[in-house]
Antibody, heavy 117, light 113 residues
Framework: EVELVQSGGGLVQPGGSLKLSCIVS????????IHWVRQASGKGLEWVGR??????????AYAPSVTGRFTISRDDSRNTAYLQMNSLKTEDTAIYYC????????WGQGTLVTVSS | DIVMTQSPDSLAVSLGGRATINCKSS????????????LAWYQQKAGQPPKLIIL???IRESGVPDRFSGSGSGTDFTLTINNLQAEDVAVYYC?????????FGGGTKVEIK
């Protein structure tokens, strides 16, 4: 059974930082692109970014709204992907999901990030 | 960026009826070298992460009932749900994975009439 288990969400002040983790099991993590998607309360889905596999040179891409503030990484030895979020803004408040492959066939359970003073 | 426009925003369909959701992309998502449309549909039920139901515009994901079907090519796509069941109540999103930034449509809420 494939599982993507997320952790790391919480409450942070504007300008602060937070790091999310996504631990993957049940599939060959090193062969899997990992994406991050967010969803503000009552709103639609917004793609945040993705990291490809070693075969694809760990290529990373970001949405314009987070470029320069968010960093995606992965540790294939730990089957884990990360989303480092810096300079957080109130508009970054959302549930954040990790998802695998293209298109996204497996999803994490989501973790809530709240940016508020 | 490719803009994905879905219509309608919501629709109410009788049990056993048909739901039709449209999705239009601002540029083609058909990749000429393999003749594939990089278009997916997701179903999101309340309080759950999205679930992939259609990929490559018309291929049902494993385990998805055959009452769900996808069609279209280039810039215009349709998700059809035949014989609507109570468990199909959800928000449906189209998404292009042709190029980054990957983009989603705004979503269509399907309810029972």
């Amino acid at each position: 059974e494939v599982e993507l288990v997320q952790s790391g969400g919480g409450l942070v002040q504007p300008g602060g930082s937070l790091k999310l983790s996504c631990i993957v099991s049940g599939l060959i993590f090193s062969d899997s692109s990992i994406h991050w998607v967010r969803q503000a309360s009552g709103k639609g889905l917004e793609w945040v970014g993705r990291i490809r596999t070693r075969t694809n040179n760990y290529a990373i891409a970001y949405a314009p709204s987070v470029t320069g503030r968010f960093t995606i990484s992965r540790d294939d030895s730990r089957n884990t992907a990360y989303l480092q979020m810096n300079s957080l803004k109130t508009e970054d408040t959302a549930i954040y999901y990790c998802a695998s492959h293209d298109p996204f066939d497996f999803w994490g359970q989501g973790t809530l990030v709240t940016v508020s003073s | 960026d490719i803009v994905m426009t879905q219509s309608p925003d919501s629709l109410a369909v009788s049990l056993g009826g048909r739901a039709t959701i449209n999705c239009k992309s601002s540029q083609s998502v058909l990749y000429s070298s393999n003749n594939e449309n990089y278009l997916a549909w997701y179903q999101q039920k309340a309080g759950q992460p999205p679930k992939l139901i259609i990929l490559w515009a018309s291929i049902r994901e494993s385990g998805v009932p055959d009452r769900f079907s996808g069609s279209g090519s280039g810039t215009d796509f349709t998700l059809t749900i035949n014989n609507l069941q109570a468990e199909d109540v959800a928000v449906y999103y189209c998404q292009q994975y042709y190029t980054t930034p990957l983009t989603f449509g705004g979503g269509t809420k399907v309810e029972i009439k």
